[in-house]
């Protein structure tokens, strides 16, 4: 059998003509090349197919195929794995699935936003429902796991929204919520758990991430690794703010940790604290490299890319690091506000913003802008923006009380108020994958191929 460094290794490195989970390995590179860098809605667009329902996880892509996953119905009942062929956008085929636990399908909770896992097997999709779903690159079903009827109702603010991760022979798993939580590594192969820990309850969103041998999960106030043979957990970093929504980047030593803003308990000096560089190794099993001085990470998780660290914040600032000690570089205003993570390649790091407008970046510590590019024109935009609006009315929930924020936090300004709530309507990108000559752009409805010539 493979050392399990190695077999992680593996995992996490499908080559330059796949993109296999959530931020590819958890890190946002690519070693693709012949990547596109300036593109418009009539140029360098190869092709856009629809996609069914609504899903705001990221593409994954292995060898030729397309994966995407959605749902679909009043409380999303019906979930969607689809596979398209990535030279044309033609749909391969279609797997429909009944959600064991239904909820309410709006703009504020989660739809699909779990992104799959894919290997040489097939692909494995994770549903905010707690279903999980092996298939072959085929489409045939291999095995299911319903965690909602293993485990009990899955409670979480706006919804399940954790990716798998993955080794050369697991699944690994993170069930973050109110109720009695866990993280798993199933069994490719069975389906069966290889190991299973219970952890703290708590509402969080966060994905793991596998890196030297050990699985890292920041989530709810702490940063926690666990061996990724048995789940032993090997130590624990206490006392973080706002480490809920953004996940850790890969490093080749270790991890970046992201945090936001707390609105409940607004602590400026905490959250940035809380946005740090752990290093694996040494006597305690690892060491806080360094700590920002002042960053509020946004939805997105940062990337790491040579020797530098870019995060974003939910003004659509992009504030560099260095890498070795945390020093910022700049922070610079992209042109737009960024919901996927960047994607960073050889010289580039491409940040694919919430309303189809991405900013390329020269990589290194002074803010080069080298293209910005769009997937709509403006007046397509609107129009679509406009038509999507007045369609969710009937299923989004009514404002809070007396202006206040989502989940009950601080009033907000009537046009912030007003903002968020229609913030996940329409032609939001949630994530892109990349392989080589190729994006694939992922919005709530739609699959945009942007290919070099």
């Known amino acids: 059998?493979?050392?399990?460094?190695?077999?992680?290794?593996?995992?996490?490195?499908?080559?330059?003509?796949?993109?296999?989970?959530?931020?590819?390995?958890?890190?946002?590179?690519?070693?693709?090349?012949?990547?596109?860098?300036?593109?418009?809605?009539?140029?360098?667009?190869?092709?856009?197919?629809?996609?069914?329902?609504?899903?705001?996880?990221?593409?994954?892509?292995?060898?030729?195929?397309?994966?995407?996953?959605?749902?679909?119905?009043?409380?999303?009942?019906?979930?969607?794995?689809?596979?398209?062929?990535?030279?044309?956008?033609?749909?391969?085929?279609?797997?429909?699935?009944?959600?064991?636990?239904?909820?309410?399908?709006?703009?504020?909770?989660?739809?699909?936003?779990?992104?799959?896992?894919?290997?040489?097997?097939?692909?494995?999709?994770?549903?905010?429902?707690?279903?999980?779903?092996?298939?072959?690159?085929?489409?045939?079903?291999?095995?299911?796991?319903?965690?909602?009827?293993?485990?009990?109702?899955?409670?979480?603010?706006?919804?399940?929204?954790?990716?798998?991760?993955?080794?050369?022979?697991?699944?690994?798993?993170?069930?973050?919520?109110?109720?009695?939580?866990?993280?798993?590594?199933?069994?490719?192969?069975?389906?069966?758990?290889?190991?299973?820990?219970?952890?703290?309850?708590?509402?969080?969103?966060?994905?793991?991430?596998?890196?030297?041998?050990?699985?890292?999960?920041?989530?709810?106030?702490?940063?926690?690794?666990?061996?990724?043979?048995?789940?032993?957990?090997?130590?624990?970093?206490?006392?973080?703010?706002?480490?809920?929504?953004?996940?850790?980047a890969v490093t080749a030593d270790g991890v970046v940790v992201a945090a936001g803003e707390n609105r409940q308990k607004p602590d400026a000096d905490g959250t940035s604290k809380s946005n740090c560089k752990i290093t694996l190794g040494g006597k305690d099993g690892y060491s806080v490299a360094w700590r920002a001085k002042k960053l509020a990470a946004g939805t997105a998780s940062p990337v790491v890319h040579a020797g530098h660290v870019y995060f974003t914040d939910k003004s659509g600032f992009v504030i560099c690091l260095d890498e070795k000690t945390g020093e910022e570089k700049y922070r610079e205003r992209l042109d737009n506000q960024q919901w996927a993570t960047p994607i960073a390649a050889g010289e580039h790091v491409f940040f694919f913003g919430k309303d189809g407008i991405t900013t390329v970046l020269k990589a290194g510590d002074t803010f080069e802008k080298v293209a910005s590019n769009k997937v709509w024109s403006d007046a397509d935009a609107a129009k679509r923006k406009e038509e999507a609006k007045k369609k969710a009315e009937a299923t989004l929930p009514k404002p809070p009380e007396g202006g206040r924020g989502p989940g009950g936090g601080p009033p907000l300004p009537k046009e912030e108020l007003e903002a968020t709530r229609y913030s996940a309507v329409g032609d939001v990108v949630y994530g892109a994958a990349a392989v080589d000559g190729a994006f694939f752009v992922r919005t709530g409805t739609e699959l945009i191929c942007i290919r070099a010539k």
């Open 1 to 248: 059998m493979l050392p399990l460094l190695l077999a992680s290794a593996l995992a996490a490195n499908p080559g330059t003509d796949s993109w296999a989970g959530f931020r590819n390995d958890g890190s946002g590179r690519t070693a693709a090349t012949n990547l596109p860098v300036k593109w418009s809605p009539t140029e360098l667009v190869a092709w856009r197919v629809e996609t069914p329902g609504y899903g705001q996880s990221s593409p994954v892509v292995w060898k030729g195929n397309v994966y995407l996953t959605s749902v679909e119905g009043e409380q999303k009942e019906k979930l969607h794995v689809c596979c398209f062929a990535a030279a044309d956008g033609k749909k391969l085929w279609a797997k429909t699935f009944d959600a064991t636990q239904k909820g309410k399908n709006n703009p504020m909770m989660s739809r699909a936003a779990g992104t799959p896992v894919a290997d040489a097997a097939g692909v494995y999709a994770l549903f905010e429902s707690g279903d999980l779903i092996a298939l072959d690159h085929a489409g045939q079903v291999r095995w299911q796991r319903h965690f909602a009827k293993e485990f009990g109702e899955l409670k979480n603010n706006h919804g399940l929204g954790s990716s798998p991760a993955q080794t050369e022979s697991a699944v690994v798993v993170l069930l973050d919520h109110q109720g009695p939580s866990k993280l798993l590594a199933v069994d490719k192969s069975t389906g069966k758990d290889a190991w299973a820990v219970d952890r703290t309850a708590r509402s969080s969103w966060t994905s793991p991430v596998v890196v030297s041998g050990t699985v890292v999960v920041s989530s709810g106030g702490t940063v926690t690794g666990y061996a990724a043979a048995d789940g032993k957990q090997l130590w624990e970093l206490a006392g973080l703010i706002g480490n809920s929504i953004p996940s850790a």
